[in-house]
């Protein structure tokens, strides 16, 4: 699920990227993409082999074939720390009170 939430992420910023290189942004560096995940990303770097079915193949292999061409940075990163991981887990409202100043802007 991991591997595929990356694909899908990746492939939703990629025409972004696209319309900043048209609008004269380049985009020298790869886009940091960052996961709790330590199997999608041992799978995106290279440091794990994946037995999984063919759809899944077909994600991986689109994730490894832009890290090659530089488009994408694979990052891991402790899920406390991955603001992003917040609103997917069930907390208690103690939590949500504590975390309130740094989600809602």
């Given at each position: 699920a991991e591997t595929g939430a990356l694909y899908y992420g990746c492939k939703r910023a990629l025409p972004y990227r696209v319309t900043l290189e048209e609008m004269g942004?380049?985009?020298h560096d790869p886009t940091p993409v960052t996961t709790d995940n330590n199997t999608a990303h041992g799978l995106t770097m290279g440091t794990m082999t994946s037995k999984a079915s063919k759809s899944n193949d077909m994600r991986f292999q689109w994730l490894k074939c832009r890290k090659t061409q530089r488009l994408f940075q694979f990052l891991w990163a402790r899920g406390k720390d991955?603001?992003?991981?917040?609103?997917?887990?069930?907390?208690?409202s103690s939590h949500h009170q504590k975390m309130r100043p740094s989600v809602v802007t």
């Open positions: 942004h380049p985009q991955n603001r992003a991981d917040y609103p997917s887990k069930h907390h208690p």
